[in-house]
Each structure stands twice: as C-alpha cells, then as structure tokens.
C-alpha cells in the first residue's frame, strides 16, 4: 500500500460543477499537508495548505480529517481553467519526509 | 521576482556522462529540495537541504550528489548517467521544512 493515496480520475465535469478529491495517507504522525496543482508539462503550484479547521480560498475548500487519516479538496463552480493535475503532500515529522500522492486528474468541459 | 530557476531545461546525455543541474532561488528560503517525476510514479524526493551547510538523502539517492552552495544556491549532480534517470527534475524551496514549496520550471534530463 502506498504511503499517500489518491483516486487518479480522471474527473471529467462540466463547467459550473461541484467536484471533491480525497488523498489518503498511512502515516499518523504526519505533521503538515498542502494541495498543489500541475499543469500539463508545468511544474506544481502551491493551492492551499490544509488544517483540521478546514480551510477555503474563493471557491477551493480543504479539509484535514485526522481520524481517518484523509484530506480533501472541494471545487466548486468549476472552470475551465481548474482542469489540472491536483496532488496532494504529506510531509512526516522529520526532515525529509515528504510524501506526494500521484495526482488526480480534473478536466473541466463546456 | 524570480523565485526559483533552474538549468538547464533540457538536457540530453549519453550514458556514462556526467552533469550538474543548477538551481537559485531568491526569497531567502531556508529549505532546498530535489526531485524527480516519472509517469505514473508521482514526484519522488532525491536529496535535500533543511537549511544552508546541511544535506540529506532522500527517497531515491542513488546516483546523485548535491551540493548546497550558499543559502539560495543547491546543485543536484550526475556523475555517470544511466537511461533510468531519464526524467523530469524540480527544483523547489520552502521557507522551512514542512511549509509550502516553490518550484522551479524543471529540467527534462533524457539519457540515450
């Protein structure tokens, strides 16, 4: 089993939709957890960090879920332009672990 | 701003070649990384710097060197290429271990 796990899609939806991914992740110590997005042939870009508190930027909204070892990501309205590659990264306690998942694949049509 | 640079961004070897992938970053970063991503294997951690003066392995070292030249400063080397490390290369940095990370517009390394 994979340390950080996450559905790979793809997610195909239409504009205006609402979407959620999930990445789960083994390892209970785990400290810190961000989303990132990737476009195609580009490097990732920092979304959002993600707290037990949750926490949401315009229409992105992530959640840390510690019982159960999970984090999400909600889209909602979705745009053209949010099609991408989310991945999601777990970092350990200790320097240097650091874990991304595989991504998620989103493709938003009209 | 130019945050993090990388080069070159690309790169052809023959195997058995050797080469040093540059990076800099400019937002006074204490933390460097290297990494590498394949297809269908997500980006996987080489080496990394959690502050200037320190170095450290990470997942999949084997075959690399690096060197943390100064605070912005962290070169990742190839001292005799194989066809496996046939790859994308980014760099990134972070303010410190465990926050956000910046990226560099990576280098795509095939070896032949």
């Known amino acids: 089993r994979k340390e950080v796990e996450q559905d790979p899609g793809p997610f195909n939806v239409p504009e205006g939709a609402t979407v959620a991914f999930n990445c789960t992740y083994s390892?209970?110590?785990?400290?810190?957890f961000f989303w990132y997005r990737q476009d195609c042939r580009k490097e990732p870009k920092l979304l959002m960090s993600?707290?037990?508190s949750g926490n949401e930027d315009g229409r992105f909204t992530a959640q840390l879920n510690r019982a159960s070892q999970y984090i999400s990501l909600l889209i909602r309205d979705s745009k053209l332009s949010d099609s991408a590659t989310y991945l999601c990264?777990?970092?350990?306690?200790?320097?240097?672990?650091?874990?991304f998942g595989d991504g998620t694949t989103l493709t938003v049509k009209p | 701003n130019a945050g993090v640079t990388q080069t070159p961004k690309f790169q052809v070897l023959k195997t058995g070649q050797s080469m040093t992938l540059q990076c800099a970053q400019d937002?006074?970063?204490?933390?460097m990384y290297w990494y590498r991503q394949d297809p269908g294997m997500g980006l996987r951690l080489i080496y990394y710097?959690?502050?200037?003066?320190t170095t450290d392995k990470g997942e999949v070292p084997n075959g690399y060197n690096v060197s943390r030249l100064n605070k912005r400063e962290f070169s990742l080397r190839l001292e005799s290429a194989a066809p496996s490390q046939t790859s994308v290369y980014f760099c990134?940095?972070?303010?410190?271990w465990g926050q956000g990370y910046t990226f560099g517009s990576g280098t795509r390394l095939t070896v032949v």
């Open positions: 710097s959690a502050s200037e003066g």
């Open positions: 990134a940095s972070s303010e410190e």
């Open positions: 990264v777990v970092n350990g306690a200790n320097a240097g672990k650091s874990t």
């Open positions: 390892n209970s110590a785990s400290q810190s």
């Open positions: 937002m006074n970063h204490n933390s």
């Open positions: 993600v707290y037990s």
